[in-house]
């Protein structure tokens, strides 16, 4: 187990009706006007909650700015516009009501309002330390990303589809109502299955000894997922099982599960440049990516991985031959994500014309750039992976 | 999943020498003099680290009063010295070294430095919100009772022996150094890894439903301190087998695992007792209580017990008889308590002449108290459970 400091100061607000006294909750951070980032309206309206929010607002006497245009794999060209909001308005606090591009781009907001230069040159300068940043709290409309409890922001640059991730802040708060997800699409609610799942996957996958008891405790949240993430796409909406994949999400991605050990993220990487040159959703990109990842690393530590297959997808163990076990299990996986009509090739997306090199090269930044930690990639095994994704 | 809130604002630093920049660490949080609670010298001397951490104290030129003397199931008028100090130094921050006993007693003296009345009126006025208090630094050398990151705080009162649990406040960082349990009794190892355990089965019988997630990330971590506490009991230290036990008392104990599900804590009150009558140890207490309390609660919910027995101890479900799943249940957490030299029975501890009706009393406050939520007991109960245990 690895040396590690571990500190979420996010406070959780969970649970039915959870959203009703979000004017309370901000005015414990801020007297000031703040910068309402959001879904658009209708959508709001929809999920039942825009008057809700408002009234709750306006009972607390918060006065607001409002942003909205936010699109999926959400761009710097959004983030510059709430900088200059907030500077102009003397913003302190921003209240963020969506799903992960709604709240990553409130997080640059928040950092970026902050500082002389731009939210990209922050991205692309990792060792600047983030000192000073807008107060957030977020109320979240999809269970998926886990960006309400950590510091992960994602932002595509406009001008060359360039999708990157940084950390920034923390939350101050978020308020996660199942109930919001009620009506969430199939499609979105597949996508957010295995986004999840991937976040998971992602820290399993590692080389650091001494760490079984993290293993367990991932198989038995990458289990659930499975499990009630098949429920609620076949089922349908019930609030016990969506509240725990809203908390399953949030655990996920709080880095409360990947304590002591190195992470790998390969694969959302690999995927980033899917989503970035094809504007494919993140988690079409993850079910395409993760199978062809697997094949091509299936050597590196077949133990680990039968042991992900048995532990999670409950895969007959072949005590015998391991790679029979590995066979049985990518397959199982592929099912999985194909029962929920998520692709698992390139193929079955409505990417054509597919240019692999230019996306090595993108993920690669030139061939300057590897990726993973559990198996370190670089521009050829890109390109080998990409291929095995066809 | 019922709803909740959730927040843990106590910084967790991790890992081999983490102790030694301790003196940086206090101060970030106070510029003042520091009130040292802490072991025995000669404990801390046995454990090689009472130098580094005057030398860290000194080379931040962090000035400090120390309080030793702390004893096994704490006592209240300790609690009272250390409040005098703090009050008449104008001390602002605590540095608290040793287990539970330490920290506990360094979190009352916090929050009682902080208000009018007396650390026990805090205590039988379970209402009184706590709005101030000092703040507070620790370094853990058993991993145990897990409150390096909660708020609960147990103190017994000295004239009549009653030991009363209360929330008080989170440290504001702790810090965990397994290498410092390397030199741990064996008799601690077992009450320590008896005691983690046992936070996490209050949490896992319950009646809420809808809460698979959490069941499948306690069942993880519960296997893991069956096996590797049975490793380090046996085996002895090493430090990959004691981080994960020192972890996992951290979780076990710190709110993440019980997030929207009714706990129980019976068995913990019951055992109170015990501890606070004839000075059993709190690991003694649960070893004693936990095998009674099973085989007096058996028929509530008898999948939900089995479901326990066959996840985390690996015992064969009976599908047609859940009974003898159960029974066989039984004996297994009882030969795991034998394994680690740990009584089963009343009989087996120093306790001689066990006055049951004067603890049931106790236990009850005069018949006005009842126990648990899974299973709410009463006096009556008591009496029959500390008979179950005899």
Redesign the interface.
């Known amino acids: 187990?690895?040396?590690?400091?571990?500190?979420?100061?996010?406070?959780?607000?969970?649970?039915?009706d959870?959203h009703q006294n979000v004017g309370k909750e901000v005015r414990k951070h801020t007297s000031k006007k703040i910068l309402f980032v959001r879904l658009a309206k209708s959508s709001l309206e929809r999920i039942g909650i825009y008057d809700d929010i408002v009234k709750s607002l306006n009972e607390h006497g918060v006065e607001y700015v409002e942003l909205d245009g936010i699109v999926p794999n959400p761009r710097l060209s959004k983030v510059r516009e709430g900088v200059e909001i907030c500077r102009r308005e003397g913003i302190e606090f921003i209240l963020a009501v969506g799903g992960g591009s709604v709240v990553d781009t409130s997080k640059a907001i928040a950092v970026a309002s902050c500082v002389d230069c731009d939210y990209w040159d922050i991205v692309e300068n990792k060792e600047l330390a983030i000192e000073r940043a807008l107060g957030l709290g977020t109320i979240i409309t999809i269970p998926a990303t886990g960006t309400e409890m950590n510091t992960s922001t994602v932002i595509t640059r406009d001008e060359d589809n360039l999708k990157r991730g940084r950390p920034t802040i923390h939350p101050t708060f978020s308020i996660l109502n199942?109930e919001l997800a009620a009506s969430l699409p199939k499609s979105r609610v597949a996508q957010s299955v295995v986004d999840m799942l991937a976040h998971v996957m992602e820290r399993y996958f590692t080389n650091t000894?001494?760490?079984?008891?993290t293993?367990?405790?991932?198989?038995?949240?990458m289990?659930?997922i499975v499990?009630?993430g098949s429920k609620f796409y076949h089922e349908g909406y019930d609030?016990?099982?969506v509240?725990?994949l809203m908390?399953?999400a949030t655990?996920a991605h709080n880095f409360?599960l990947c304590?002591?050990r190195q992470n790998d993220f390969a694969t959302h990487n690999i995927g980033h440049e899917l989503s970035g040159e094809y504007d494919l959703s993140h988690g079409e990109s993850l079910s395409v990516i993760y199978p062809a990842w697997m094949r091509y690393t299936r050597d590196h530590n077949p133990a680990r991985m039968a042991q992900f297959f048995v532990n999670v997808f409950g895969v007959e163990n072949n005590f015998l031959d391991v790679h029979d076990t590995i066979d049985r299990g990518i397959s199982a996986l592929e099912q999985f994500y194909t029962s929920l009509n998520m692709p698992v090739r390139i193929s079955q997306t409505n990417i054509v014309d597919c240019d692999i090199e230019k996306m090595a090269v993108k993920a690669s930044e030139g061939g300057k750039r590897t990726l993973g930690f559990y198996v370190t990639l670089g521009h050829d095994d890109f390109v080998k992976i990409y291929k095995l994704a066809l």
Chains 1, 2 share one sequence.
């Open positions: 187990m690895n040396n590690f400091r571990f500190h979420i100061p996010t406070e959780l607000i969970f649970g039915k959870a199942p000894p001494g760490v079984d008891l293993d367990r405790m991932m198989e038995g949240v289990k659930t499990r009630l609030y016990d099982t509240s725990q908390y399953a655990v409360s304590v002591g």
